[in-house]
């Protein structure tokens, strides 16, 4: 059983209560740190949306929620009335200031409490929401505010929420949340680079042919397609998501876990990533747009007929990065993610290099070279590819074999939602696994280019049927350097 570590007492505001985050996310994780015991008994979770809906009604939809979204054995119905008894709804309108009354009586009488701000609505409602905070006086020094991402959809919007959210609030009390991070596996990248000897010494250019992410879903955009159309995969999953994977896998080693250490090593990957040129764009990036398909053996429409007309918002991106530095030298990070794609799986590819020279009788091709696969869900675990003899008399031939870990078969425990760690580490004070101000604006830089040279060219995105791997594109950016996509997910052929 893992060990609870408790927190002080609480209120938690979550602004955009009735959005599908609240209901989906927040709640049910909000739900299971209470049903751990780590809420203490006056704690309270204070619901704020515009419709104007009696408490009552809005506790029966977290019911709903809770209901839909955690698995039937973790729902214990009087926990459930007893967590919702917490919840309480304040109906305002967080752009105009109207209605903040009934939220400034509840909050005012406990001033010394840890005050945590969770907006989550759209990001330009970030900054009128802040004034209004400042302007009814609930902004104490114990609170922080919780941005979701994306922060802005460029630079220049992202740069002016971090300034109005940072006329209100000191940088140490912006939590900007990129729920990747709080993945239990996403984190056992930092346990698996800086806690074992073994791999450190060899994440390199010397050894490391190159590295692979994939973050693929089988969704399509389901109801939030008047976000998703604007935002794009690019701006929704590479910008954040992808690249703060690829910091956690390049960065150099922080000297501690110091919220500021560890984010100054994944700003330094983030700023070292080679620009890709208006001239590259066509070579080193490819956007798909999923068209009409099966997934999970049922038909599925395309995107542009469930969003009922045309769109050149891409679904699908690969991307091949480069890191300046000596580390990673000519190690290209080929990234990859896509909605409507044949398996929902979030996976990394070590590919280290081929032996120097094969002292084996041919075929040559017997020998593979080693491969670290890192599975961030679902079937959390990692696999190392080695070779080995192929066992029998004979001659000495060789065969691939796996050292295969899978952490539900050896820890056997319930892997937390991300939700409920960040959730957490914003009421302790933890900013570790939130993105500082910089490390969103560098991300914005490098993406920017890419997003622009888009918009300009005349080709719309690449259709892909969806169900499938994504544009035949795709597999070319990585074939025209003599690579392919790992895809054989559950190794049977390994
Ligand atoms: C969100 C994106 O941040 O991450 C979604 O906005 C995406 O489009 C989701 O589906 C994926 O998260 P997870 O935790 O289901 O892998």
Redesign the pocket.
Known sequence: MAQIIPVKVFDAVVFGATGDLTLRKLMPSLYSRFRDGQMPPESRIIAAARSDVAEEDYRKRVVEGLHDHIPANEIDDALVAKFCARVNYRALDGVSGEGWEGLVQLLSPEPERIRVFYLATAPDLYGPICRNLCANALVTPASRVVLE?PIGHDLASARAINDEVGQIFEESQIYRI???LG?ETVQNLMALRFANAIFERLWNADVIDHVQIT?A?T?G?EG?AG??DK?GALR??VQ??LLQLLCLLAMEPPVSLDPDAVRDEKLKVLRGLHPISAGEIATRTVRGQYAHGVTEGKPVPGYAAELGRPSRTETFVALKAEIHAWRWAGVPFYLRTG?RLPQ?I?EVVVQFRAVPLSIFPPPASELEPNKLVIRL?PNEGMLLKLMTKDPGPGGLRLRPARLDISFQEAFNTRYPE?YERLLMDAVRGNPTLFMRRDEVEAAWRWVEPIIEAWANAPEAPRPYAAGSWGPTAAIALIERDGRTWHEDWDGENE
Request: net charge positive; proline share 0%; no cysteine.
């Open positions: 991402k990129d729920h990747f993945k973050v879903e969704v955009v939030r976000y998703y935002a929704d999953m954040n998501h909605k929902k979030s869900q991300a």
